[in-house]
């Protein structure tokens, strides 16, 4: 079984996993604060968090089936399948992050 994947790519894969929940997490406090008027959100960030998912996830689905019909083992299925996601979720948290919480008065 030459496709069959080590320990240390099982390792790669679960903390990229880790990884996207982690980060995803963040940006969804973050925008929750800043519909709580907490946290200084752009004025468009409802309609980005909407507009920017099927993009993704397309991408997403589309990364993981090229790896898999090139008879990638499927720890590299995975992370191709969650490379664009992580890459948005970064994206956001460190776009948001850098905001600060809001100015008041």
Do not use: C, Y
């Not at 490379?83 to 809001?102: C, D, E, Q, V, W």
């Amino acid at each position: 079984m030459h496709n069959a994947p080590n320990v240390f790519d099982v390792m790669k894969t679960g903390a990229n996993i880790w990884r996207l929940g982690f980060e995803t997490n963040n940006v969804i406090f973050l925008r929750m604060m800043g519909m709580a008027g907490v946290w200084n959100t752009p004025f468009d960030e409802n309609w980005r968090m909407v507009a920017e998912k099927p993009h993704e996830f397309i991408k997403s689905g589309r990364n993981g089936v090229l790896a898999a019909m090139a008879g990638k083992p499927a720890t590299q299925v995975v992370d191709a399948s969650l490379r664009p996601l992580n890459r948005a979720t970064s994206a956001n948290r460190k776009r948001l992050s850098k905001r600060g919480p809001r100015k008041i008065g």
